[in-house]
């Protein structure tokens, strides 16, 4: 027996309605559907740690989610884990005919095109008529790759800047409008569309320097904690509660953190 095949019969143990697992059997495809975004989200982490060892671990989790999902489909008799693998085999085949069908793609725009044509076919196979541009885009996404994809759709149409100069002009531009809503009383619903203005033009802008907006921002987010975690490390060895403090004494021992991160960098 192959470890994929132990595996599918693990899974089906566990689904056992006389013998498996209570937890396991009661579950179904919508309530195991957070746990396989968890688990995508886990082994994205665990790349941006660059810990191949956790890697490992966590893809079985991934995987396991697919067998699961497989399993549950195969007991209502609609399809099984080879059949899974069948078909993203002959969609990947299907979708690659530069690779498979000794077709030529000179550049990756090209590419890109030709994978636009792909799977705009498929979705009319499937009967899915077409009745715009960003059609087939799903929003079944974190909002900025959701963005960051009509966006692409869009320039791929021809709708965007060819220069990085009015890409910065309408950031600044969406940052006015957002400063000129603030002084308004009672404008919530404004400020928050002027805010989701700067984030638009933020992922636009992204895409324009070679920036994946998900990724920069993730990164940030993990230098924020890193700087922060010195900040409570500095203010402690001076005795100091970060509540106690005002905001202003807070920016200092934050610029001393940045300091203290930018020499350690220096000496690497």
Known sequence: ???????????????????????????????????????????ADVIERNDLKELKGELGDLLFQVVFHSQMASEKGEFDFADVVEAICEKLVRRHPHVFDNSKVDSKEALYKEWEQHKKKEREGKGEVASGRLDGVTSALPALRWSEKLQRRAAHHGFDWDDIGPVFGKLDEEIAELKEEVGHQDNQQRISEEMGDILFASVNLAKHLGVNPEQALRDANRKFISRFELVEQLMEADGKRMEECGVDTLIDYWKKAKEHISSANERE
Do not use: H, N
């Open 1 to 43: 027996m192959s470890e994929l095949e132990k595996l599918l019969q693990i899974m089906k143990d566990l689904r056992d309605p006389d013998s498996g697992c209570p937890w396991d059997i009661e579950q179904d495809f919508a309530s195991i559907a957070a746990y396989t975004v968890e688990e995508a989200y886990e082994v």
